[in-house]
T-cell receptor
Framework: DTGVSQNPRHKITKRGQNVTFRCDPI?????LYWYRQTLGQGPEFLTY????????KSRLLSDRFSAERPKGSFSTLEIQRTEQGDSAMYLC????????????FGQGTRLTVV | KNEVEQSPQNLTAQEGEFITINCSYS?????LHWLQQHPGGGIVSLFM???GKKKHGRLIATINIQEKHSSLHITASHPRDSAVYIC?????????????FGKGTKLSVKP
C-alpha cells in the first residue's frame, strides 16, 4: 500500500496521559501536514513539514503538542498531559514538491480522552 | 465569518437524483480541493482544481475564480455516495501546506 498510513487508528486515553501518533507519508513526498478535526467541523491546520523542517505551526498547537519528522520521512505528533478537549480526529496528509499542491490524506487517528 | 462556506450543511436525496454542493470562499486561492470523508474518518481527495471544470465518473467539479465559488455535482446519485463532502482551499500567498477547510456537507442518499 503506497498511501498515507496513520497509526494507531483509534486511541483511548485517560486525561493527563501522554499520547503519540505516527504518520507515514507517501514515499518521496516532501511535504507532510497535520490537521485536527472535531465532531461536526472541518479539519483545522496544525502544522506542516517540508522534509525534516517544521515550517509552520498553527496557534491551535499549544505547548502540550509537539511534532517531529526527524529524517524527513515519517512524522510523530505527541500530546502531553491530554485534556478532554483534545478528543478529535487527527489527520495527516502528504504532498510532493515541484509545484503540485494535491494532498493525499491518511485514515486518521481518532483520539478519545476520558 | 468562515473563510470557506459550504451549502447545504445537510442534504438528503433519493437514489438517482442529481446533487449539487456549493462552496464559497473569501480569500485568494491557488487551488481548491473537493474531499470525501466516510464515517470511518479517512479523507479521499476527489478533485483539485484552479480553474474551469473537471469530471471523474459521475462527479463533476467546477470553479469560478472571479466569483470565488465552486460546485460539486453528483449525477445519478447512489447510496454509496453517502458521505461528508468537504471543500478546502489553498490560500494564495499563504503557507504552502495550510489548507483552509469548510465544515463539510453531509450527504445521505436513500435507496
Amino acid at each position: 500500500d503506497t498511501g498515507v498510513s496513520q497509526n494507531p487508528r483509534h486511541k483511548i486515553t485517560k486525561r493527563g496521559q501522554n499520547v503519540t501518533f505516527r504518520c507515514d507519508p507517501i514515499s518521496e513526498h516532501n511535504r507532510l501536514y497535520w490537521y485536527r478535526q472535531t465532531l461536526g467541523q472541518g479539519p483545522e491546520f496544525l502544522t506542516y513539514f517540508q522534509n525534516e523542517a517544521q515550517l509552520e505551526k498553527s496557534r491551535l498547537l499549544s505547548d502540550r503538542f509537539s511534532a517531529e519528522r526527524p529524517k524527513g520521512s515519517f512524522s510523530t505528533l505527541e500530546i502531553q498531559r491530554t485534556e478532554q478537549g483534545d478528543s478529535a480526529m487527527y489527520l495527516c496528509a502528504s504532498s510532493p514538491t515541484g509545484g503540485s499542491t494535491e494532498a493525499f490524506f491518511g485514515q486518521g487517528t481518532r483520539l478519545t480522552v476520558v | 465569518k468562515n473563510e470557506v462556506e459550504q451549502s447545504p450543511q445537510n442534504l438528503t436525496a433519493q437514489e438517482g437524483e442529481f446533487i449539487t454542493i456549493n462552496c464559497s470562499y473569501s480569500v485568494g486561492i491557488s487551488a481548491l480541493h473537493w474531499l470525501q470523508q466516510h464515517p470511518g474518518g479517512g479523507i479521499v481527495s476527489l478533485f483539485m482544481l484552479s480553474s474551469g471544470k473537471k469530471k471523474h465518473g459521475r462527479l463533476i467539479a467546477t470553479i469560478n475564480i472571479q466569483e470565488k465559488h465552486s460546485s460539486l455535482h453528483i449525477t445519478a446519485s447512489h447510496p454509496r455516495d453517502s458521505a461528508v463532502y468537504i471543500c478546502a482551499v489553498l490560500n494564495y500567498g499563504g503557507s504552502q501546506g495550510n489548507l483552509i477547510f469548510g465544515k463539510g456537507t453531509k450527504l445521505s442518499v436513500k435507496p
